[in-house]
């Protein structure tokens, strides 16, 4: 039997079911073709889908590659039949791999059915919806947080009723501009629908929660200083800087030291909310993460040690260093480890030596790598020095990055892609071809790892996934590794210089970590 659109929508629940959706087929992703083939949604995919059109907000916080696109993409097409214009926003690199992968998954959509991105530059834009004006505006519109946060309001006056928010991270904070644009497309008395979707809801720390929590259900606390009140331990210590005159002074600062009651922050998220572990729904090949301790050029080192032991000296002794100063200096210390030319010394940086090397091991001709890092110089640099490789380079929000997506995947001469965390570490879809991954450098949030790690390691994988980190001995790459391994989410900003200094100079533990996945 060939399932279809309506078969979804029936196992889910949900009527009234649209007349077209038994012409709908089902389609799925199939690794030993590598094609697209007739399939049925997994069982947690149905139960989140009836959790989607039950409910006027609701989330999935399902973990990477669980299939949460599916669920969002028969929620969007549901509510348009229905007659609620729908607006999906997700990062720009994700709008064409969303729209594209909607046309496959469901094949056969009535032709009536408008599905259009909303992009491109203020004219392009502008022309755009002259033409939506005179010809109607589409009933599913896909975008990124930037336009609709510019153009919340716009789309109101439209008819749209149903927001669908993708990787979601952005929504964690309510102190933002793009969270208030939710609420007020939401309106005052929350008429319209939500959708969140986001894999790592706890993506640095649990006050990240609050966030969801208000918009899924704002009834839950009375604002963040009930949340705070019920869930956060806080400490008032004094902390001491520098003012512009270079004269020391101290003022007070709230230091989160712990949470409690977890056990109800929890239920409060999930009141309206899911989430399903990967190893739950679906088996995977093997993932190994393998730590590579890698040995800094003994200049380099010299260099990296003096700038953090002068910069330290400006706090007296057992003083406390505050969260900008701390958060500058982490900042600092993890450019200066791949760059020993910012300490006007000619050696090359050890970390990209050792990533060229593994290059040359894993075979490129035949095998695809993806590879992360986090600055920016540290892209621009392996980009220009593995040309040889053809490299498809993913970095901040230009609209280019999309390009370079489908470069890496379909071109047979780009052989690597180099992707900063934050521009490329969420939604994509990389695992064809390719079973390695170099992180070139650490990064101090497990979230951002994992969801790095989860663009190869995802359903359609043939292989098992090998990630190779490559931790400098003797700096603060060390304790970003083990935050990682620990799965840390809790990373203090405001801490004593010993601490800081054991942090910048940290230590291999003695029994090494082989892998996050457990």
Same mark, same amino acid.
């Given at each position: 039997?060939?399932?279809?659109? *309506?078969? #979804?929508?029936?196992?889910?629940?949900?009527?009234?079911?649209?007349?077209?959706?038994?012409?709908?087929?089902?389609?799925?992703?199939?690794?030993?073709?590598?094609?697209?083939?007739?399939?049925?949604? *997994?069982?947690?995919?149905?139960?989140?889908?009836?959790?989607?059109?039950?409910?006027?907000?609701?989330?999935?916080?399902?973990?990477?590659?669980?299939?949460?696109?599916?669920?969002?993409?028969?929620?969007?097409?549901? #509510?348009?039949?229905?007659?609620?214009?729908?607006?999906?926003?997700?990062?720009?690199?994700?709008?064409?791999?969303?729209?594209?992968?909607?046309?496959?998954?469901?094949?056969?959509?009535?032709?009536?059915?408008?599905?259009?991105?909303?992009?491109?530059?203020?004219?392009?834009?502008?022309?755009?919806?002259?033409?939506?004006?005179?010809?109607?505006?589409?009933?599913?519109?896909?975008?990124?947080?930037?336009?609709?946060?510019?153009?919340?309001?716009?789309?109101?006056?439209?008819?749209?009723?149903?927001?669908?928010?993708?990787?979601?991270?952005?929504?964690?904070?309510?102190?933002?501009?793009?969270?208030?644009?939710?609420?007020?497309?939401?309106?005052?008395?929350?008429? *319209?629908?939500?959708?969140?979707?986001?894999?790592?809801?706890?993506?640095?720390?649990?006050?990240?929660?609050?966030?969801?929590?208000?918009?899924?259900?704002?009834?839950?606390?009375?604002?963040?200083?009930?949340?705070?009140?019920?869930?956060?331990?806080?400490?008032?210590?004094?902390?001491?800087?520098?003012?512009?005159?270079?004269?020391?002074?101290?003022?007070?600062?709230?230091?989160?030291?712990?949470? *409690?009651?977890?056990?109800?922050?929890?239920?409060?998220?999930?009141?309206?909310?899911?989430?399903?572990?990967?190893?739950?729904?679906?088996?995977?090949?093997?993932?190994?993460?393998?730590?590579?301790?890698?040995?800094?050029?003994?200049?380099?080192?010299?260099?990296?040690?003096?700038?953090?032991?002068?910069?330290?000296?400006?706090?007296?002794?057992?003083?406390?260093?505050?969260?900008?100063?701390?958060?500058?200096?982490?900042?600092?210390?993890?450019?200066?480890?791949?760059?020993?030319?910012?300490?006007?010394?000619?050696?090359?940086?050890?970390?990209?030596?050792?990533?060229?090397?593994?290059?040359?091991?894993?075979?490129?001709?035949?095998?695809?790598?993806?590879?992360?890092?986090? #600055?920016?110089?540290?892209?621009?640099?392996?980009?220009?020095?593995?040309?040889?490789?053809?490299?498809?380079?993913?970095?901040?929000?230009?609209?280019?990055?999309?390009?370079?997506?489908?470069?890496?995947?379909?071109?047979?001469?780009?052989?690597?892609?180099?992707?900063?965390?934050?521009?490329?570490?969420?939604?994509?879809?990389?695992?064809?071809?390719?079973?390695?991954?170099?992180?070139?450098?650490?990064?101090?949030?497990?979230?951002?790892?994992?969801?790095?790690?989860?663009?190869?390691?995802?359903?359609?994988?043939?292989?098992?996934?090998?990630?190779?980190?490559?931790?400098?001995?003797?700096?603060?790459?060390?304790?970003? #590794?083990?935050?990682?391994?620990?799965?840390?989410?809790?990373?203090?900003?405001?801490?004593?210089?010993?601490?800081?200094?054991?942090?910048?100079?940290?230590?291999?533990?003695?029994?090494?970590?082989?892998?996050?996945?457990?």
């Amino acid at each position: 039997m060939i399932y279809s659109l *309506r078969n #979804y929508y029936e196992e889910a629940g949900i009527s009234p079911v649209p007349e077209w959706a038994g012409d709908v087929t089902l389609q799925f992703y199939d690794k030993d073709t590598g094609g697209m083939s007739p399939g049925r949604p *997994r069982w947690h995919q149905v139960t989140g889908l009836s959790l989607l059109l039950k409910n006027t907000r609701s989330a999935l916080f399902d973990d990477m590659g669980s299939g949460k696109t599916l669920q969002m993409q028969a929620a969007a097409l549901w #509510y348009a039949d229905a007659g609620n214009k729908v607006i999906c926003v997700m990062p720009p690199i994700l709008i064409q791999q969303f729209i594209e992968s909607l046309h496959e998954t469901f094949l056969g959509l009535p032709k009536w059915l408008k599905i259009e991105a909303y992009r491109g530059t203020v004219a392009q834009r502008n022309k755009l919806l002259a033409r939506w004006e005179k010809s109607g505006f589409p009933h599913i519109v896909v975008a990124t947080y930037e336009m609709f946060r510019k153009e919340a309001c716009s789309f109101n006056s439209k008819g749209y009723e149903v927001l669908i928010a993708d990787e979601c991270k952005l929504l964690s904070n309510p102190n933002t501009d793009t969270f208030l644009a939710v609420q007020t497309f939401l309106g005052e008395y929350g008429e *319209r629908a939500l959708i969140l979707a986001n894999g790592t809801p706890a993506y640095n720390q649990l006050v990240d929660l609050y966030g969801y929590i208000e918009l899924l259900t704002p009834w839950a606390y009375r604002g963040i200083y009930d949340f705070y009140m019920q869930h956060v331990d806080v400490e008032q210590i004094s902390v001491s800087y520098q003012d512009r005159n270079g004269e020391t002074r101290s003022r007070s600062v709230d230091k989160i030291v712990g949470y *409690r009651d977890k056990e109800k922050l929890f239920k409060n998220l999930y009141a309206q909310a899911r989430r399903v572990e990967t190893d739950e729904v679906q088996e995977l090949p093997d993932l190994n993460i393998v730590p590579l301790s890698v040995e800094m050029h003994e200049k380099h080192a010299a260099a990296y040690k003096q700038f953090v032991d002068e910069r330290l000296l400006v706090f007296s002794d057992n003083s406390i260093v505050d969260g900008t100063n701390a958060s500058a200096l982490r900042q600092r210390c993890g450019k200066l480890i791949n760059s020993p030319e910012d300490f006007q010394l000619k050696c090359e940086a050890s970390n990209i030596l050792m990533a060229e090397q593994l290059m040359e091991s894993i075979d490129v001709a035949n095998n695809k790598v993806v590879v992360f890092a986090y #600055y920016r110089k540290t892209v621009e640099k392996l980009a220009e020095r593995w040309q040889k490789w053809k490299p498809a380079v993913i970095y901040g929000g230009g609209n280019n990055n999309e390009g370079e997506k489908n470069r890496f995947l379909n071109s047979p001469d780009c052989r690597v892609a180099i992707i900063n965390y934050e521009s490329g570490g969420v939604g994509l879809n990389l695992q064809k071809d390719c079973h390695n991954i170099i992180c070139v450098e650490t990064i101090g949030v497990p979230g951002a790892f994992m969801q790095a790690v989860k663009r190869v390691h995802r359903q359609g994988q043939k292989h098992h996934v090998t990630v190779y980190v490559l931790v400098a001995k003797g700096t603060l790459a060390v304790t970003q #590794y083990r935050n990682m391994a620990d799965k840390k989410d809790e990373i203090d900003q405001v801490v004593s210089k010993d601490k800081l200094r054991e942090e910048l100079f940290g230590e291999l533990p003695r029994k090494a970590v082989d892998t996050l996945a457990a």
